[in-house]
């Protein structure tokens, strides 16, 4: 089996873990099939590209990063003698797009869900960002809706996703796969941490350098952050931005500087998961949320907004607030904090739930891979 993966478009932490997981997974494959990787030619994915390329079932095809515009240029014209030349089996587009004209079989992988979520245009709309809108989602979303409309196979990593894409494309006649992406191994499950109110409490915020797009949602955390220091809360903030990026932001009170630590972006997040510590999700919308599945994972309180995809993804058992309303959130912290004797049972269901959710979905992409060609056949 001979496979093209278009991994071009990568640009934030969870998409080079999901793309790790994925290069792990084909470097075990057997000898009878070969993966070619077009994927951008940046530092960030240079480690990659330098972890697997002694695997000779993995060749590498570096990309100078390119405009969406382009990069669809790109894709439809330079892929195609490429896969007449190298016998290509099936092209998996790891990053939403396809490519037309093609007559091999094409999967899609659909783990972006900004252009398909209609709380997030009503967001958009309450904060009359209508411009922004625009420009961040009209255009995008009629583009990746062409797409993926006309699309038979949808890779997702999660149910919700499928429900998501409905209020937007047709999906009655579709195939969809929903793929793990989560490692479910016991030694990747911690216990509980232990919680003390009287003690300092660590406010963890893992975002990217996107943190200003309205997804993220930031003025929820800012906002709960300054009133839980006007009560005299005794906290401190872990944040995986810089102090200047965060300084140049509308959308943080910099009198919280005093109390924030500035990590900036970390390859490993595991020295942030201590004791006494509440990892807050802001996100409107996610198709996995990776800082909150590992912050349940390492045994921390996790707080998420109380909408469909968190309760899909993380479990019922989380501690959950209403979005849009600092107040909620500022509430659900004091009570999680507050909730001893309740901590560990509603982590530990939550890492049950994890466990027996993925083992519900394909865990090789590999046999994806395979169905998808004998179906086409």
């Known amino acids: 089996m001979n496979v093209l993966i278009n991994a071009l478009g990568i640009a934030n932490s969870g998409g080079f873990t999901v793309l ?40 590498f095809k570096p990309v100078l990063p390119k405009g969406s515009l382009l990069r669809i240029v790109y894709e439809n014209i330079y892929f195609r003698p490429f896969i007449h030349a190298y016998e290509i089996d099936l092209v998996y587009n790891f990053t939403g797009s396809r490519q037309f004209f093609l007559k091999i079989p094409q999967l899609i992988k ?8 209609k ?30 409309g006309n699309s038979e196979f949808i890779e997702i990593q999660s149910r919700h996703v499928k429900s998501y894409l409905s209020d937007f494309i047709d999906v009655g006649e579709k195939h969809f796969f929903i793929k793990s992406d989560v490692e479910i191994k016991s030694e990747y499950f911690h216990a509980t941490k232990e919680y003390d109110i009287s003690r300092v409490v660590k406010i963890l915020y893992i975002v ?10 930031l003025r929820d955390f800012n906002d709960a952050m300054l009133a839980l220091k006007k009560i005299g809360f005794d906290f401190e903030i872990d944040i995986t931005l810089t102090k200047s990026e965060l300084s140049a932001s509308k959308m943080w ?13 970390l390859d490993q997040l595991n020295g942030l998961y201590q004791d006494n510590t509440v990892l807050i999700s802001t996100s409107v ?33 989380g501690y959950r607030y ?24 509603r982590v530990q269901a939550q890492q049950k739930y994890m466990v027996s959710s993925e083992k519900n979905k394909y865990d090789s992409i590999l046999t994806v891979f395979s169905e998808v060609i004998n179906v086409q056949r």
């Open 322 to 345: 209403e979005i849009f309303n600092s107040a909620s959130l500022v509430n659900t912290i004091l009570g999680a904090v507050s909730d001893v004797s309740n901590i560990d049972r």
């Open 119 to 148: 709380d997030l245009d009503t967001h958009y709309f309450d904060t009359n960002n209508r411009f922004l809108w625009f420009r961040h989602i009209w255009f995008k979303r009629i583009v990746f809706k062409f797409m993926v």
């Open 285 to 317: 919308v996610e198709t996995l949320g990776l800082h909150v599945i590992d912050g349940i994972k390492n045994g921390v309180i996790t707080i998420s907004p109380d909408l469909h995809y968190a309760k899909v993804v993380y479990g019922t058992d």
């Open 20 to 59: 790790d997981k994925l290069l792990a997974e084909l470097s075990r494959a057997d000898s009878r099939n070969q993966f070619y990787v077009f994927l951008n030619d940046t530092d960030e994915l240079y480690s990659l590209i330098k972890k697997y390329s002694p695997c000779e079932l993995i060749i």
């Open 110 to 117: 659909v783990h972006n869900l900004l252009f398909y979520s």
């Open 208 to 217: 990217g350098p996107h943190f200003e797009y309205l997804h993220k949602n």
């Open 253 to 265: 009170d910099q009198s919280l500087d005093s109390i924030t630590n500035f990590h900036g972006y």
